[in-house]
């Protein structure tokens, strides 16, 4: 039986990258560093999980000699927190809104009793930004886990996040329905034994999904066939219902 949704959050519950990689290359030239992430090259970096570990990778793609150590590491700190403070600014007071679907989906999932999580890599800080305006300053209130950088130090496609999310719930992985955007997302949380539901974006839509339950353009209105084509089950919106048959089904062919 279905109990939980696990959101991630960067490109799943709104497409952010955008809103990221400005965010890196202002942080950038504020402290005069002579980089810049272009569209390609940023699509690239994010099969590297985590805003640190990406500065740092870019660097030694950049610099192979630069020496490794304490005063590399203040750098990216140093970077990352300008980085945080710019994209706050970019996305806060809803200037970003969530993709189509995902507000409406949490709202019906929680009044229909599942419980909602958060599993991602990202800072909190960015998780308050995005998501203190569309569901309110107490938006914490509404989900039952939430793990992110300041929890898992080991990031996606490492399946830690959502190991820690499901322990906090005291939930099997049978019991729940992970929403992911990119390859290391699908990676984590197949890992974790996660039915997966993948939403891209233009920034992940070459990446390989073959371990999704389904892969949907977004959680809005679209034209959704059940897996198989089950005749007179289609669904116009991505309902709680269609998740709950959606996962029975998958539940019920893993145990065949």
């Known amino acids: ?29 504020e402290v005069r560093l002579d980089w810049h992430w272009d569209d390609a090259t940023y699509i690239r970096l994010l ?12 660097w030694r793609m950049v610099e192979p000699d630069v020496a490794e150590g304490a005063a590399m590491q203040a750098t990216v700190e140093r970077v990352h927190a300008i980085k945080t403070r710019l994209y706050e600014s970019r996305v806060s007071g809803g200037q970003l809104p969530l993709r189509p679907g995902v507000l409406r989906l949490m709202r019906e999932a929680l ?11 990202t800072t909190p800080a960015n998780i308050d930004a995005l998501l203190r305006t569309p569901l309110g300053p107490d938006w914490k209130h509404h989900f039952a886990a939430i ?14 996040v959502y190991q820690q999310v499901l322990a ?4 099997p992985p049978s019991a729940c329905l992970a929403f992911e955007d990119s390859a290391n997302g699908l990676r984590a949380a197949t890992a974790a034994s996660l039915q997966t539901l993948v939403t891209p974006t233009v920034h992940t839509a070459d ?10 353009p ?16 289609d669904q116009r919106w991505v ?14 062919f893993e145990s065949a």
């Open 239 to 252: 309902t709680v219902d269609a998740l709950r048959r959606w996962h029975a089904g998958s539940t019920l």
């Open 218 to 233: 977004h959680l809005g209105d679209v034209d959704l066939p059940l897996p198989g084509g089950v005749a007179g089950m």
């Open 207 to 216: 990446h390989r999904f073959d371990d999704a339950l389904l892969v949907l």
């Open 111 to 121: 009044a229909s009793g599942l419980r909602l999580a958060i599993a991602t890599t």
């Open 168 to 171: 906090t719930m005291g939930l």
């Open 147 to 160: 793990g992110d950088a300041s929890t898992a130090p080991r990031k996606k496609p490492d399946p830690l």
């Open 47 to 58: 099969g590297v999980s985590g805003g640190k570990e990406r500065i740092a990778h870019h």
């Open 1 to 29: 039986m279905l109990e939980a949704l696990i959101f991630d959050v960067d490109g799943t519950l709104a497409d952010t990258e955008a809103a990221h990689r400005a965010a890196f290359n202002d942080a950038f030239a």
